[in-house]
């Protein structure tokens, strides 16, 4: 089965150049999350949908910050413009919500290491 | 406020030893799910083993056992019988029980399995 999808895997760009990330969910799962990682901050999340609503954005950083999610099998994350400190790996992961107390795990992407010069 | 704890920055482990990563978290929800992933040199991120806060046994799959003592608040993550893959970082992280709620991520743990 294929996993969740990222592209690209590795993004390398000057600063204030747009970025935009991409992910394809797990077929079937209905929630999809961006996280971005960082040494000093660890792993936090950005944003998250269900069923291709956003429901909570309140760990985007700032207006250059935008996330859209047009169906059930396609995301991104974009950043415009991108500043240095924007450099992190972001995740994408996806599950299949069951109900409250769903034991279902979030799959996550192979991730983008992003690099902003 | 919901939060994850993690206190060991770095385990060292010989090969074939069991060892417990530790995970304390903060929620007053009665309902939520406890999560471990392993995330390897390489950078993905693979989950490892899951607890709800009503399972009333300790979660298992094959070398992972998750020791919860609720009333404790703790989730550590027990590894028998390590092996040289095993190094990696481990993150517990928690989730309140809204179906499709994001996680909460610890700072992790790197451990590292000596031979």
């Known amino acids: 089965d294929a996993g969740v999808i990222q592209s690209p895997r590795h993004e390398v760009t000057e600063m204030g150049q747009e970025v935009t990330l991409r992910c394809k969910p797990i077929s079937g799962h209905n929630s999809l999350f961006w996280y971005r990682q960082t040494m000093m901050r660890g792993l936090e999340l950005l944003i998250y949908?269900?069923?291709?609503?956003?429901?909570?954005d309140s760990g985007m950083p700032e207006d250059r910050f935008s996330a859209k999610m047009p169906n059930a099998s396609f995301s991104t994350l974009k950043i415009q413009p991108s500043e240095p400190r924007d450099s992190a790996v972001y995740f994408c992961?996806?599950?299949?919500?069951?109900?409250?107390?769903?034991?279902?795990?979030?799959?996550f992407g192979d991730g983008t290491r992003l690099s902003i010069l | 406020a919901q939060k994850i704890t993690q206190t060991q920055p770095g385990m060292f482990v010989q090969e074939k030893e069991a060892v417990t990563l530790d995970c304390t978290y903060d929620?007053?929800?009665?309902?939520?799910?406890l999560f471990w992933y392993k995330q390897p040199s390489s950078g993905e991120m693979i989950f490892l083993i899951y607890q709800g806060s009503y399972d009333q046994q300790n979660a298992t799959e094959g070398r992972y056992s998750l020791n919860f003592q609720k009333a404790r608040k703790s989730a550590n993550l027990v590894i028998s019988a390590s092996q040289l893959g095993d190094s990696a970082m481990y993150f517990c992280?928690?989730?309140?029980?809204?179906?499709?709620?994001?996680?909460?991520f610890g700072k992790g743990t790197t451990l590292s399995v000596s031979s």
């Open positions: 992961a996806s599950t299949e919500r069951r109900g409250p107390y769903s034991n279902q795990p979030q799959h």
């Open positions: 949908f269900n069923n291709n609503v956003p429901i909570d």
């Open positions: 992280a928690m989730r309140l029980n809204q179906a499709g709620t994001a996680l909460i």
């Open positions: 929620t007053s929800d009665p309902s939520y799910g």
